[in-house]
């Protein structure tokens, strides 16, 4: 049975990821290192296995808060992207707007929402959606602007107006962009979500991570971040499979290649 270059690739990249794995759990013991220091695997993902029942109300509350955060900032994104990308008034005075807030550090916005919202899911919801705002944004502006001015043209001609324009045009060409942003601003909304609950929260991975190091149980902390890593992967690969629908022909000349 022949495999394909595509499996055969996913199968290197599988096998790359446990030899890290396995190279991690034997220096450890070689070299002794406490397991305050730095866990072995193995202690971590018994830790993760056995704490679940635990640890499980945490992981929903933090993946529920991300995709809150996260869907509010898609919606968001998106609108501004557009209105930056069809006009060059509103990319001139906005962008430089949101470069500046994009700059500025979420840990120091954390404290402003608490102050604002209370301690609890907003400020996380909130910090999310700001963390994850800014590619989207950028990406559907870079996509709207780089439209060919001859699809353009030949929908005028026709008659279309502006808005037509930017719904068959410009929208549809801006989609790899906007994808792409998606699988970046994924992981970005964990990483504010997670923010927001070890500085102001009650609940959620970022809380059990924070009571953890406080407590010296570093394996649960580090169970708590392969939590972490296991929805990020999750959610990135749910978003290329939707990417590989939507926009299939952005990539065919890559699917040809590994073919």
């Not at 970022?206 to 406080?214: E, I, L, R």
């Not at 929805?231 to 926009?247: K, N, P």
Request: net charge positive; hydrophobic share 55%.
């Amino acid at each position: 049975m022949r495999v394909s270059r595509k499996s055969q690739e996913n199968l290197k990249a599988a096998g790359f990821i446990v030899a890290l794995f396995a190279i991690w759990e034997i220096a450890c013991v070689l070299f002794e290192v406490s397991p305050i220091v730095l866990p072995r695997p193995s202690a971590i993902f018994s830790t993760l296995f056995v704490q679940m029942p635990a640890l499980w109300p945490h992981i929903v509350q933090t993946l529920g808060t991300t995709m809150i955060g996260f869907l509010l900032g898609t919606v968001i994104g998106l609108a501004l992207g557009a209105f930056v990308g069809i006009s060059r008034t509103a990319y001139n005075t906005a962008y430089p707007l949101l470069v500046g807030f994009s700059s500025i550090p979420k840990v120091a916005v954390v404290p402003i929402f608490v102050l604002w919202f209370g301690s609890g899911t907003v400020p996380a919801v909130l910090t999310a959606l700001t963390t994850c705002i800014f590619p989207i944004v950028v990406n559907v502006a870079t996509g709207l602007a780089t439209t060919e001015p001859e699809m353009e043209d030949v929908l005028k001609a026709l008659g279309a107006n502006r808005l037509q324009v930017l719904w068959n045009v410009g929208l549809p060409r801006a989609m790899p962009y906007f994808f792409a942003s998606l699988k970046v601003a994924i992981t970005l909304a964990f990483v504010g979500t997670v923010l927001s609950e070890t500085v102001a929260a009650n609940r959620g991975i970022g809380t059990v991570m924070m009571m953890a190091t406080s407590s010296f149980d570093v394996p649960l902390a580090f169970a708590g971040l392969f939590a972490l890593a296991i929805l990020g992967v999750a959610l990135y690969a749910v978003f290329a499979v939707i990417e590989r629908r939507v926009c299939g022909w952005a990539n065919r000349k890559q699917e040809f290649a590994l073919n």
